[in-house]
């Protein structure tokens, strides 16, 4: 115990000391240089299986390259830059009500059988008798109310870059957009795989066609910082029972 609490005051030390020393100061952007995208664009693209030996048709408008002035410019290959367009506006309304009672009563009597009831009442204490034997009666009921409501609204466009190519055709795309307003930093992460035909001509795709889309819109900065409980707080959060 002795040798954790100075661990500990060392950890809250070192913490302290980093966000010390960006006091007054913006948030300092991502390097561009250090993520994936970075890396996809300077790599070598992926060999193609095949190759077509055309001779060029200088006098014809058509022409399958990029360049030309009806060739596709959607993203094809490794580094290839498209853009994603998020567009949610979803609203969840779920109200549930249940209700139920039940009531039961049963009850046994010998008033007359047999003389019997005449018989025994006189040896059993004062007050007793057999002429209501048995009583049995019971009451239950339950009621239950739950209501979900959410509504999420976003509007964002971003360019991602495919970082890579999965063996049957689909891309890996990451995007990464950082927005600096005076002393807060605004951080939009898209991440996914996406079919080739899914993308338009315009070089879009929207969100919803994007599998295990990964979409992170997020700050860094002075607001976020006063928004945010004191790490003293998120310890104490999670560490009272009460």
């Known amino acids: 115990m002795r040798v954790f609490v100075p661990f500990v005051a060392c950890l809250v ?3 302290a000391c980093g966000r010390i020393a960006d006091v007054g100061q913006a948030p300092d952007f991502t390097a561009s240089s250090s993520g994936s995208e970075y890396q996809a664009m300077i790599s070598a693209p992926i060999a193609s299986d095949r190759t077509i030996d ?4 200088r006098a014809s408008l058509w022409s399958g390259t990029r360049n030309s002035l ?18 949610i506006d979803d609203r969840a309304e779920i109200s549930n009500s249940s209700e139920r009672s ?6 046994l009597a010998i008033d ?3 003389g019997l009831p005449q018989r025994i009442d006189p040896r059993l204490p004062e007050g007793a008798s057999l002429g209501s034997a048995v009583g049995v009666s019971s009451n239950g009921s339950s009621s239950g109310d739950g209501s979900v409501s959410r509504r ?4 964002l466009r971003v360019a991602a870059t495919v970082v890579g190519v ?10 990464t957009q ?20 899914d993308i338009s001509r315009q070089n879009e795709i929207t969100y919803d066609k994007i599998a295990s889309a990964r979409i992170s819109y997020a700050g860094r900065g002075q607001i976020t910082d006063v928004q945010q409980p004191r790490y003293g707080q998120q310890i104490a959060d999670i560490i009272l029972p009460f």
Request: charged residues 30%; hydrophobic residues 40%; without cysteine.
């Open 13 to 15: 030390v070192l913490s």
């Open 152 to 155: 999420e609204k976003l509007t």
């Open 166 to 175: 999965m063996p049957n055709g689909v891309f890996e795309i990451q995007g």
């Open 102 to 107: 039940r009531s039961g009563s049963e009850t």
């Open 112 to 114: 007359d059988f047999f």
């Open 70 to 87: 009806l060739g596709d410019r959607r993203a094809g290959q490794n580094g290839d830059i498209l853009t994603v367009v998020i567009e």
């Open 178 to 197: 950082e927005v600096r307003v005076n002393f807060e930093l605004r951080e939009l992460i898209v991440t996914g795989f996406v079919r080739p035909e």
């Open 54 to 57: 055309r001779a060029p048709e």
